[in-house]
């Protein structure tokens, strides 16, 4: 028998290649159970991610925590004061940080010190440039936070100084981040993408965030606004 694991975009399982290796395995692992092609209804399986809700990811208050801005060259001090926003992931294409800084640009208007944190480490060296290019062209200096590459630890202590945490990816799998985010305590706010849906509560009593409609601009500033 044999057995292929997916881990990624269900969508994905259209196109050709991994459409020929799926049809060939007796049973296919995927990481999150929407969007599954009909060709693979009844040998796939869902094998959800989790994370440990007890040694660092788990109900933290906000207290103030120092950031050392490695991009812009600014050094931070964020307490429970500020309005902070986060966007925990590398910086590469389909994550959609072009995406929240144009949100954030909107989100001033209402929030004029909402802080932007980028908690990842630069991966795509030009996205980063263009970033930096926009966030000059609009003056957003003084609300846009690079940390760079952080611990375990150090996440959950960036999720924890956070009001909101978003994903506006263009393409994800079961994203360990909102576990994370929310196991913290903090709602989520994320593009309605593969397996995002199944990684929180978008509705009822115990909602712990928002689906965005995917490249919802105006959405994600209004969803972050209201949060």
Request: aromatic share 6%; proline share 5%; charged share 20%.
């Amino acid at each position: 028998p044999a057995l292929s694991l997916f881990h990624g975009n269900n969508d994905l399982l259209q196109r050709y290649m991994l459409k020929r290796i799926c049809r060939k395995a007796d049973s296919v692992g995927l990481v999150h159970g929407t969007h599954v092609p009909s060709y693979l209804r009844n040998k796939s399986v869902a094998l959800f991610d989790g994370i440990d809700t007890t040694a660092v990811f788990h109900a933290r208050a906000k207290t103030t925590l120092s950031i050392n801005d490695p991009v812009l060259g600014k050094n931070w001090i964020l307490t429970e004061k500020d309005k902070v926003l986060t966007l925990p992931s590398r910086i590469e294409i389909n994550k959609g940080h072009m995406d929240m800084l144009a949100a954030l640009v909107n989100i001033r208007q209402t929030i004029p010190d909402m802080r932007l944190v980028i908690a990842g480490p630069a991966d795509n060296i030009p996205l980063k440039d263009e970033m930096v290019a926009y966030i000059n062209e609009y003056n957003l200096r003084d609300n846009v936070i690079f940390t760079g590459s952080l611990s375990t630890q150090e996440i959950a202590e960036v999720y924890a100084i956070s009001d909101v945490i978003a994903l506006p990816s263009y393409t994800e799998g079961f994203p360990r981040v909102m576990l994370e985010a929310q196991a913290v305590g903090r709602p989520v706010v994320v593009y309605d993408v593969g397996g995002t849906s199944e990684a929180m509560i978008p509705s009822g009593e115990e909602q712990t965030g928002i689906l965005i409609k995917k490249a919802s601009i105006s959405g994600l500033a209004d969803a972050i606004t209201t949060l």
